[in-house]
Structure formats: C-alpha cells, structure tokens
T-cell receptor, first 108, second 114 residues
Framework: EDQVTQSPEALRLQEGESSSLNCSYT??????LFWYRQDPGKGPEFLFT???AGEEKEKERLKATLTKKESFLHITAPKPEDSATYLC?????????FGAGTTVTVRA | DAGVIQSPRHEVTEMGQEVTLRCKPI?????LFWYRQTMMRGLELLIY????????DSGMPEDRFSAKMPNASFSTLKIQPSEPRDSAVYFC????????????FGSGTRLTVV
C-alpha cells in the first residue's frame, strides 16, 4: 500500500524567511509525485508533477525536488499569500494517495 | 471552462436521511474521482470512473455509499442512510491523463449530518 508522510505538520514563517517542506513516500513503481496547494474552503490546486529522481520544477517562489525516497518543496522568500496547506501525493497507476499536508503560515 | 462543478456547496441533514452529492467534470476529462477529506484521515479516495465506468470502488466505506456516472458530464455520490460519522468535505476531481496532469478538483461539498 502506498504511504505518504509529510513533515512538519505546521510551519510558521516570517515574510522572507525561506524554508523547506518534506514528503517521504513508499510506492511500488512510482509514476508520478504531485504537489498541491489547498486554501481554506477550497479544493486542492495542482502545482507540480515530478517523475524521476533528480528532477526539479519551479513556479514563482516554489521549487520542488525529488529523490528515490522523498520530495522537498522549497519556499524562497515567502510572502503572506503563500500561506496555505501544501499536499503531496503519489501514484503508480491512476489513483493519487495523499499525505496529511503541511500548513504554512507566513506572517508579514 | 468553468472547472469541476460540485453541488451543493453545503449540506446539513439529519441522521438517517438520504444525501445526494453532484459533480460535473471538465469536458473531455475521461477520469472522475470522488474523495472525502476529514481532519483525522485527510484525503481518502472513495471511487473512480474511467469513461463513465466504475473502475475501483474499494474506498467506498460501506454499502450505504453508492456512486453513479450516467454520462460523461455528470456523476452522483449518494449516502443512504446518512450517519454523523459521514460528516466531511467531499471532493470530486477529474483528469484527462492522471500521470501527466494530475487532478483538477472541484470546490467540494461540506456535509454535516446531525
């Protein structure tokens, strides 16, 4: 069974204070690792897909990296609008298995 | 495109009543997924369809839950009878190709069973 563990559960940052979120996974035959952002009262919003170890993707202040056992989401110089819950998910077919998420709060 | 459309946004019902949640996927998306989100268990896959056919319903918690997709533009998730432990946010998501695009989620239906 696929397992996805995210840490920390919550992260409080000062505006401009860079940090990283971790996603550890166990899956047989990884076909994709996904990062989503979820704002309160809304559905998760797709950010990135990573497929193989060593791959990196960037979007504005976010950068996702992938190894054989984990993925990191780096937030560089965050702004208050980056406050959200970030979810990691993996798939080996068509079903995404999600982690519990990391709730990031960025204070101005 | 208006995205994945779910209705209602909020539903409050009494224990024992039937509840029907509705979803309109994005046109052209062959995969449709129903998830449930709670604080305790996070996002759990209930069932998914490919080309309107149910492929995997192993996540459906009990016989009280049923889902249908009568055509490519509409799906329902029904709970009968509802129980307080069914209270959660239910999300519908669709995708044209999961490993390439992931899912596009709807805004969810917040269900409260009292």
């Amino acid at each position: 069974e696929d397992q996805v563990t995210q840490s920390p559960e919550a992260l409080r940052l000062q505006e401009g204070e860079s940090s990283s979120l971790n996603c550890s996974y166990t899956v047989s035959g990884l076909r994709g690792l996904f990062w989503y952002r979820q704002d309160p009262g809304k559905g998760p919003e797709f950010l990135f897909t990573l497929y193989s170890a060593g791959e990196e993707k960037e979007k504005e202040r976010l950068k996702a990296t992938l190894t054989k056992k984990e993925s990191f989401l780096h937030i560089t110089a965050p702004k208050p609008e980056d406050s959200a819950t970030y979810l990691c998910a993996v798939t080996n077919d068509y079903k995404l298995s999600f982690g519990a998420g990391t709730t990031v709060t960025v204070r101005a | 495109d208006a995205g994945v459309i779910q209705s209602p946004r909020h539903e409050v019902t009494e224990m024992g009543q039937e509840v029907t949640l509705r979803c309109k996927p994005i046109s052209g998306h062959d995969y449709l997924f129903w998830y449930r989100q709670t604080m305790m268990r996070g996002l759990e896959l209930l069932i998914y369809f490919n080309n309107n056919v149910p492929i995997d319903d192993s996540g459906m918690p009990e016989d009280r839950f049923s889902a249908k997709m009568p055509n490519a533009s509409f799906s329902t998730l029904k709970i009968q009878p509802s129980e307080p432990r069914d209270s959660a946010v239910y999300f519908c998501a669709s995708s044209p190709a999961v490993t390439v695009y992931g899912y596009t989620f709807g805004s969810g239906t917040r269900l409260t069973v009292v």
